[in-house]
């Protein structure tokens, strides 16, 4: 089963690979991320005008790749010749990779955070969808879905009761506590809204807790004092070598 909480230290989670260094939700920052030790690696996604899901930050294609548009009015065949790195003039090009072949890729060697960025109310069927290429690959041991969108999240657990779901939100994390007290397994906070003692709260009510996005020294070294569950960061490698220097 997907490793949401370790006895040791905080899980270090490469915030859309190790995207502080490659372009981000490509094969260079999630290999990046694996070489670099991460525990999981965060992605998200987006289905195209045919209904691939494709790993992508954004709703259209143009801050990160040499495309135009939504993505969610361009067919795959389009989307696959799109440059990933295009914002990176000194690196290889690099796809939108898609998912299911993510999955297969880096399932069998690092667990996986998959952020749904819309449910059904945008994208029909998007739930069922991604459900069916996670088992497909079985990879339902290996992946927490997460999303902002609860809809999604209530759909994505009438499809599965195995795989580990997460709310992502900026606030207090004890109200996202008690809000979804037997809803979720994870509550994902943005860092700069949390103190530990919401953290302590949520760890009481048996939810794993996560951080996002901590990317300076000061930053992640606030999160570890914290002591939550996972720190979400564009920068695996400082988080490690942090906790490190903490056991140390």
């Known amino acids: ?137 079985g990879a339902t041991d290996r992946v927490e879905i997460i999303s902002f969108d609860a809809e999604a999240l209530k759909r994505i657990r009438e499809e599965s009761s195995q795989i580990k779901l997460g709310i992502v939100f900026v606030g207090n994390m004890i109200s996202f506590a008690d809000m979804y007290q037997g809803r979720v397994e994870a509550l994902h906070g943005s860092w700069d809204f949390v103190s530990k003692g919401q953290i302590n709260y949520a760890k009481q009510k048996n939810f794993y807790t996560f951080l996002w996005t901590p990317n300076t020294e000061d930053e992640i070294s606030t999160c570890l004092s914290y002591e939550p569950d996972g720190i979400v960061s564009n920068f695996p490698d400082k988080v490690k070598r942090l906790e490190n220097t903490k056991k140390a």
């Open 1 to 137: 089963m997907v490793t949401l909480r370790r006895s040791d230290r905080p899980l270090v989670v490469a915030h859309r690979g190790a995207s502080g260094y490659a372009p981000e939700n490509t094969y260079a920052a999630f290999n990046l991320a694996v070489k670099m030790g991460a525990d999981m690696i965060e992605m998200d996604i987006h289905p195209t005008s045919d209904g691939k899901l494709v790993v992508i930050h954004d709703d259209k294609v143009d801050r990160t790749t040499d495309g135009h548009g939504k993505v969610s009015e361009i067919p795959y065949r389009q989307i696959k010749e799109l440059n990933a790195a295009a914002k990176f003039p000194d690196r290889d090009p690099e796809p939108v990779p898609l998912f299911s072949d993510v999955l297969s890729k880096y399932s069998g060697t690092i667990d996986i955070m998959v952020e749904v960025k819309h449910g059904s109310s945008i994208y029909p069927g998007v739930e069922k969808e991604v459900v069916k290429q996670v088992s497909d690959q």
